[in-house]
């Protein structure tokens, strides 16, 4: 399983310390979530308040089972409200 | 106090109770059951319950039911001929000039109205006679432009 | 037959055409049903009692009376409405805000409710209601909220994203940060650096519907609600959440709705009138009037926002910052985060930092409205573009054809871009002919241009085959601009029947899945993605039922234009099985046909306008007029072009009235001064002149039929692309919407000294 590098949006970067981004090894957006959740018990609040998940520009806020690809750019967001 | 009224509704005559103070938009909506004038603001600044009285375009919000004795009242739902849409609301429906639909209503009363007045109005003619009545969806381009295009089919 | 969105079929018979809609002509006829125009046997009239004051410790509220007044059915206050939100804080703001508990918030905050069988006895019964209020300082500007000494509306908010947390709370919600590269080095390589600070006032969806539900609880605890509302699955959640109902137990059935905007994503007195109708074992009726409307539900940010943007004599964009500072009324939200997020979306910055900063004021809670929080970060945004590129010298629209984002890009927001349309926008807008007409005396041309994010969502679609052969569906997304005649032209077309033989309907809550709202340009988008599965479920039953009608097997069965077609030598001279034959034959082969599709349509893909504006001003009053504007934005595949134009129309009107008019206006009491039509003054016909629309269809890949949603978008640019074109007009630099005329005045006399 690869390694993937995940980019954090500001207010995730105080809770992995300061960092920009994480590396975590996840097939899909759940088991990064999981890990996540695991490895940086703080985020939790955010994860469970919703986080979407940007892969290579394609934002994806639900599909838990979606993989993660190797080569692409992971990239973690808030939920946005719509009008 | 209640009073009794008689009065002509899209040329029906009517009979009905109402208190003193009611206003004639909860008498239709709410006696009569002729549901087609909307209240959006009950203060006479949106138009939404324009209905046409003996001849006159008015908020029905701002008349009380008390005053319609012996007069008549028209409204949205007498303005087809039976199943053949009157040309303003056939070019609403064609020219997409409704997207939720709650003012369309009071916006073909005041249409109705302006085109009895003035059957060849310019553009800004029919700008300020819509001015009454608000629209928050369609930015009134599609509006003007199907009372444009049934002023043109009235006159044949 | 693949349920892989990825795929974009490009050649329609029935999507683009301008037919039309379903509901067209019980909504020109008046026979079209809102919220306020449904009735229950015995109906009460639910009335709600406001607070008059701005921020007050509710110490007392006496019913008794109120009780006790003939006619009166039920009285309700916070004491009915036990908290059932088991730590979940936005359901919590959602009860606080519905019914105030300890503290009213704002003027407008509920704090009790009668029902009573007429709305004369109702009113009567308000007034004998007694509060004993304990008046609190207030604070309702959002700069003020921020201070040291403001009035503090909660203690239990420690500001969020600032390290260490704060032990003292405040009115600071939170702060977060979004951004790359280094600005500070970014700013020392450019020529010519703009820093200016803005301010918009807050405004409102301005829906014509106010706010109206009918709900019935019976006492075996089964419960309808009639409801005007742009979600009614997320209203029944939330008020089941709310009562500690049973979701399964609310049936909701949504009204048409007379608009929204985001502004009926939110529950408000629906909860009151179901809590009211439970205690008074009678339906209740309860509609808002425009007061309340304006003083209680969920209007936007007022904000200030500060920008420095820095650029090379080349036109290119070195760095870019800003700090935005908005508020969520009286409660918590994200709304500066989304502006941080949104701002500088539109340009490929290699240094970009932005900062937000939300807070609470005294003022009703925030809702969505169309693109929420964009608008305003782009009003100051692209007022700052525009002022540098006249700096160094450079056209706006070459000036961000320079700067604009690509496929590659890393977005201000974070991600990179794929492909996006924020180019080809501006091209057109280059070359389209309302950039070169002449300008009358004291007229400007301004331009803007804006993003937004669009979302996609949980989504049901219900397709069936009626046994004459003809098709229903049911979605379960609001219809609030033509979504119905849009889905029965996707299952027209992909079905390959007329679209007349498609009858679409918004389906109640118990007879559908759960759907999220039409909110975030999402409803034609996901339902139509929905619709199109849907249909492909059905049509692989119905070349089943073909195949076993023929006794051949299913992969020599094809679907082409409304009929199953046997394919392959042995079947030349086979006549096709229409939809017709196929569903007359259904008792007999299996049964009712139809197709399910319950999707979650990510990946929605973001959107792009630029828009151009000529405005007059009138110097002496300092009246605005717009006397052209044109709306140039990619639909990805408008499938009824008409009603793509209307979005495009809509929102530009809407940002016209923010640029111009529109206004929440508090007194030093903190009491709204102008809750009306009257006095908060949208555009009307006589304002405007036609909006042109340019629709691009740049398909998007992530659909069947390459849409994209674009009902949000449009509301964006029209804020800066108005002032820009007063700046040109008067030579004004108006920092403050609604450029109302007293303030192009004040600047223009300003200008003059």
Same mark, same amino acid.
């Given at each position: 399983?690869?390694r993937?590098?995940?980019?954090?949006?500001?207010?995730l970067?105080?809770?992995?310390?300061?960092?920009s981004?994480?590396?975590?090894?996840?097939q899909t957006?759940?088991?990064?979530?999981?890990?996540?959740?695991?490895q940086?018990?703080?985020?939790?609040?955010?994860?469970?308040?919703?986080?979407?998940?940007?892969?290579s520009?394609k934002?994806?806020r639900?599909?838990?089972?979606?993989?993660?690809?190797?080569?692409?750019?992971?990239?973690?967001?808030?939920?946005?409200?719509?009008? | 106090?209640?009073?009794?009224?008689?009065?002509?509704?899209?040329g029906?005559?009517? !009979?009905f109770?109402?208190?003193?103070?009611?206003?004639?938009?909860?008498?239709?909506?709410?006696?009569?059951?002729?549901?087609?004038?909307?209240?959006?603001?009950?203060?006479?600044?949106?138009?939404? @319950?324009? %209905?046409i009285?003996?001849?006159?375009?008015?908020?029905?919000?701002? %008349?009380?039911?008390?005053?319609?004795?012996?007069?008549?009242? !028209?409204?949205?739902?007498?303005m087809?001929?039976?199943?053949?849409?009157? &040309?303003?609301?056939?070019?609403?429906?064609?020219?997409a000039?409704?997207? @939720?639909?709650?003012?369309t209503?009071?916006?073909?009363m005041?249409a109705?109205?302006?085109?009895?007045?003035? &059957?060849?109005?310019?553009? !800004?003619?029919?700008r300020?006679?819509?001015?009454?009545?608000? @629209?928050? @969806?369609?930015?009134y381009?599609?509006? %003007?432009?199907? %009372?444009?295009?049934?002023?043109? !089919?009235?006159?044949? | $037959?693949?349920m892989?969105?990825?795929l974009?079929?490009?050649?329609?018979?029935?999507?683009?055409?301008?037919?039309?809609?379903?509901?067209?002509?019980?909504?020109?006829?008046?026979?079209?049903?809102?919220?306020?125009?449904?009735s229950?046997?015995?109906?009460?009239?639910?009335?709600?009692?406001?607070?008059?004051?701005?921020?007050?410790v509710?110490?007392?509220?006496d019913?008794?009376?109120a009780e006790? #007044?003939k006619?009166?059915?039920a009285?309700?206050?916070?004491?009915?409405?036990p908290?059932h939100?088991?730590?979940d804080?936005?359901?919590?703001?959602? #009860?606080?805000?519905?019914?105030?508990?300890?503290?009213?918030?704002?003027d407008?905050?509920?704090?009790?409710?009668?029902?009573?069988?007429?709305?004369?006895?109702?009113?009567?019964?308000?007034?004998?209601?007694?509060?004993?209020y304990?008046?609190l300082?207030?604070?309702?500007?959002?700069?003020?909220?921020?201070?040291?000494?403001?009035?503090?509306?909660h203690?239990?908010?420690?500001?969020d994203?600032?390290? *260490?947390?704060?032990?003292?709370?405040?009115?600071?919600?939170?702060?977060?940060?979004?951004?790359?590269?280094?600005?500070?080095a970014?700013?020392?390589?450019?020529?010519?650096?703009?820093?200016?600070?803005?301010k918009?006032e807050?405004t409102?969806?301005?829906?014509?519907?106010?706010?109206s539900c009918?709900?019935?609880v019976?006492?075996?605890?089964?419960?309808e609600?009639?409801v005007?509302?742009?979600?009614?699955?997320?209203?029944?959640?939330?008020?089941?959440?709310?009562?500690?109902?049973?979701?399964?137990?609310?049936?909701?059935?949504?009204?048409e709705?007379?608009?929204?905007?985001?502004?009926k994503?939110?529950?408000?007195?629906?909860?009151?009138?179901?809590?009211?109708?439970?205690?008074?074992?009678?339906?209740?009726?309860?509609?808002m009037?425009?007061?309340?409307v304006?003083?209680?539900t969920?209007?936007?940010?007022?904000?200030? +926002?500060?920008?420095?943007?820095?650029?090379?004599?080349?036109?290119t964009?070195?760095?870019?910052?800003?700090?935005?500072?908005?508020?969520?009324?009286?409660?918590?939200?994200?709304?500066?985060e989304?502006?941080?997020m949104?701002?500088?979306?539109?340009?490929?910055?290699k240094?970009?930092?932005?900062v937000?900063k939300?807070?609470?004021?005294?003022?009703? =809670?925030?809702?969505?409205?169309?693109?929420?929080?964009?608008?305003?970060?782009c009003?100051a945004?692209?007022?700052?573009?525009?002022?540098?590129?006249?700096?160094?010298?450079?056209n706006?629209?070459d000036?961000?054809? =320079?700067?604009?984002?690509?496929?590659?890009?890393?977005?201000?927001?974070?991600?990179?871009?794929g492909?996006?349309?924020?180019?080809?926008? #501006?091209?057109?807008?280059?070359?389209?002919p309302?950039?070169?007409? *002449?300008l009358? =005396?004291?007229?400007?041309?301004? $331009?803007?241009?804006?993003?937004?994010?669009?979302f996609?969502?949980q989504?049901?679609?219900?397709?069936?085959?009626?046994p004459?052969?003809?098709?229903?569906?049911?979605?379960?997304?609001?219809?609030?601009?033509?979504?119905?005649?849009?889905?029965?032209?996707?299952?027209?077309? /992909?079905?390959?029947?007329?679209?007349?033989?498609?009858?679409?309907v918004?389906a109640?809550?118990?007879?559908?899945?759960?759907?999220?709202?039409?909110?975030?340009?999402?409803?034609?988008?996901s339902s139509?993605?929905?619709?199109?599965?849907?249909?492909?479920?059905?049509?692989?039953? #119905?070349?089943?039922?073909?195949?076993?009608?023929?006794?051949?097997?299913?992969? /020599?069965v094809?679907?082409?234009?409304?009929?199953?077609?046997?394919?392959?030598?042995q079947?030349?001279?086979?006549?096709?099985?229409?939809?017709?034959?196929?569903?007359?034959?259904?008792?007999?082969?299996?049964?009712?046909?139809?197709?399910h599709?319950?999707i979650?349509?990510?990946?929605?893909?973001?959107?792009?306008?630029?828009?151009?504006?000529?405005?007059?001003?009138?110097?002496?009053?300092?009246?605005?007029?717009?006397?052209?504007?044109?709306?140039?934005?990619?639909?990805?595949?408008?499938?009824?072009?008409?009603?793509?134009?209307?979005?495009?129309?809509?929102?530009a009107?809407?940002? +016209?009235?923010?640029?111009?008019? /529109?206004?929440?206006?508090?007194?030093?009491?903190?009491?709204?001064?102008?809750?009306?039509f009257?006095?908060?003054r949208?555009?009307?016909?006589?304002?405007?002149? $036609?909006?042109?629309?340019?629709?691009?269809?740049?398909?998007?890949?992530?659909?069947?039929?390459?849409?994209?949603?674009?009902? /949000?978008?449009?509301?964006v640019?029209?804020?800066a692309?108005?002032?820009?074109?007063?700046?040109n007009?008067?030579?004004?630099?108006?920092?403050?919407?609604?450029?109302?005329?007293?303030?192009i005045? =004040?600047?223009?006399?300003?200008?003059?000294?």
């Amino acid at each position: 399983m690869s390694r993937l590098e995940i980019h954090l949006w500001g207010a995730l970067r105080p809770l992995a310390g300061g960092a920009s981004s994480i590396f975590i090894e996840a097939q899909t957006i759940r088991e990064l979530f999981r890990k996540m959740g695991e490895q940086y018990p703080g985020m939790e609040p955010h994860l469970r308040r919703g986080v979407a998940v940007s892969i290579s520009g394609k934002v994806f806020r639900d599909q838990l089972d979606t993989p993660l690809p190797p080569d692409q750019e992971i990239y973690l967001l808030p939920r946005v409200p719509g009008g | 106090m209640s009073v009794h009224v008689k009065t002509t509704i899209n040329g029906d005559q009517v !009979e009905f109770v109402c208190g003193a103070d009611e206003p004639l938009l909860d008498v239709l909506r709410n006696r009569l059951g002729l549901t087609g004038a909307k209240e959006g603001c009950g203060t006479g600044d949106c138009g939404a @319950c324009s %209905v046409i009285l003996d001849g006159r375009l008015v908020c029905s919000c701002l %008349v009380l039911g008390a005053e319609m004795d012996g007069r008549s009242v !028209e409204t949205i739902e007498g303005m087809a001929d039976g199943a053949k849409l009157h &040309p303003l609301q056939q070019q609403f429906i064609d020219n997409a000039a409704l997207q @939720c639909g709650v003012c369309t209503p009071g916006f073909l009363m005041a249409a109705q109205a302006l085109l009895r007045k003035n &059957p060849d109005p310019t553009e !800004e003619d029919i700008r300020f006679g819509l001015a009454g009545n608000l @629209c928050r @969806c369609t930015g009134y381009d599609k509006i %003007v432009r199907a %009372v444009q295009a049934a002023a043109k !089919e009235m006159r044949g | $037959m693949t349920m892989n969105p990825d795929l974009v079929d490009k050649t329609y018979k029935v999507i683009g055409t301008r037919v039309r809609r379903p509901d067209g002509v019980d909504k020109v006829t008046g026979r079209a049903r809102y919220g306020a125009d449904a009735s229950a046997p015995g109906q009460l009239v639910g009335l709600v009692l406001r607070s008059p004051h701005a921020h007050a410790v509710i110490k007392k509220i006496d019913i008794s009376k109120a009780e006790k #007044l003939k006619g009166v059915k039920a009285v309700i206050t916070s004491a009915d409405f036990p908290d059932h939100t088991n730590g979940d804080r936005g359901l919590r703001d959602i #009860l606080e805000n519905c019914m105030a508990r300890k503290k009213a918030l704002y003027d407008g905050h509920a704090v009790a409710a009668v029902a009573a069988v007429d709305a004369r006895t109702a009113r009567e019964a308000l007034k004998l209601i007694k509060v004993d209020y304990q008046i609190l300082p207030h604070v309702t500007e959002v700069d003020d909220a921020f201070k040291a000494n403001a009035p503090l509306l909660h203690d239990d908010i420690f500001t969020d994203g600032i390290t *260490p947390t704060p032990t003292k709370s405040s009115n600071f919600v939170k702060q977060a940060e979004y951004g790359h590269g280094d600005i500070d080095a970014g700013f020392r390589e450019a020529d010519v650096i703009i820093e200016k600070s803005y301010k918009t006032e807050q405004t409102h969806q301005g829906y014509i519907e106010p706010h109206s539900c009918l709900a019935s609880v019976s006492p075996d605890g089964m419960a309808e609600m009639w409801v005007c509302t742009q979600g009614h699955f997320v209203y029944r959640n939330q008020c089941a959440a709310i009562l500690g109902m049973d979701a399964n137990k609310l049936r909701v059935t949504s009204s048409e709705i007379g608009g929204g905007f985001g502004g009926k994503t939110h529950i408000w007195a629906e909860p009151l009138a179901l809590a009211l109708s439970r205690k008074a074992n009678r339906p209740v009726k309860l509609t808002m009037t425009r007061d309340e409307v304006f003083r209680a539900t969920g209007p936007t940010s007022s904000t200030s +926002i500060d920008v420095k943007i820095g650029a090379k004599k080349d036109g290119t964009i070195t760095a870019a910052f800003a700090e935005l500072r908005y508020h969520g009324g009286a409660f918590p939200g994200n709304w500066a985060e989304f502006g941080a997020m949104t701002g500088f979306a539109c340009y490929d910055l290699k240094n970009v930092k932005t900062v937000s900063k939300d807070c609470v004021v005294n003022r009703p =809670k925030t809702a969505a409205y169309r693109a929420p929080s964009t608008p305003q970060v782009c009003f100051a945004v692209e007022s700052t573009v525009d002022e540098v590129a006249r700096a160094i010298g450079m056209n706006p629209v070459d000036f961000r054809i =320079k700067n604009a984002a690509k496929e590659g890009t890393k977005s201000s927001y974070g991600p990179v871009y794929g492909p996006i349309g924020i180019g080809p926008t #501006l091209e057109a807008a280059k070359n389209h002919p309302h950039m070169k007409a *002449p300008l009358a =005396k004291d007229t400007g041309r301004g $331009m803007a241009c804006g993003f937004w994010f669009n979302f996609g969502g949980q989504t049901c679609v219900d397709m069936n085959v009626t046994p004459d052969g003809n098709v229903t569906v049911a979605v379960g997304t609001i219809d609030v601009g033509g979504s119905r005649a849009s889905l029965a032209l996707v299952v027209a077309e /992909e079905l390959g029947v007329p679209y007349d033989a498609v009858r679409v309907v918004v389906a109640d809550t118990s007879t559908l899945g759960h759907n999220d709202m039409t909110d975030g340009s999402r409803g034609t988008f996901s339902s139509s993605m929905a619709a199109v599965f849907a249909t492909r479920n059905a049509i692989k039953t #119905l070349r089943e039922r073909a195949a076993k009608t023929w006794e051949i097997p299913l992969d /020599e069965v094809v679907w082409e234009d409304g009929a199953a077609r046997a394919v392959g030598a042995q079947h030349g001279n086979r006549a096709p099985l229409t939809l017709k034959e196929i569903a007359a034959a259904a008792p007999g082969s299996g049964g009712p046909i139809a197709g399910h599709a319950e999707i979650v349509a990510d990946n929605a893909g973001v959107s792009f306008a630029t828009h151009i504006c000529d405005a007059h001003v009138d110097k002496e009053t300092g009246k605005t007029t717009i006397t052209r504007y044109t709306v140039i934005q990619d639909a990805g595949k408008a499938m009824h072009p008409a009603y793509v134009e209307g979005q495009y129309q809509g929102g530009a009107a809407q940002g +016209i009235g923010w640029a111009l008019n /529109e206004e929440y206006i508090y007194g030093a009491n903190g009491r709204l001064q102008n809750a009306g039509f009257l006095d908060y003054r949208i555009p009307v016909c006589s304002d405007l002149p $036609m909006i042109d629309t340019q629709i691009l269809e740049i398909p998007n890949p992530h659909h069947p039929y390459g849409v994209r949603g674009v009902g /949000e978008t449009s509301i964006v640019p029209p804020l800066a692309a108005v002032a820009n074109a007063v700046t040109n007009a008067a030579g004004v630099h108006m920092n403050h919407v609604p450029m109302s005329p007293p303030r192009i005045l =004040k600047a223009i006399k300003a200008l003059k000294a």
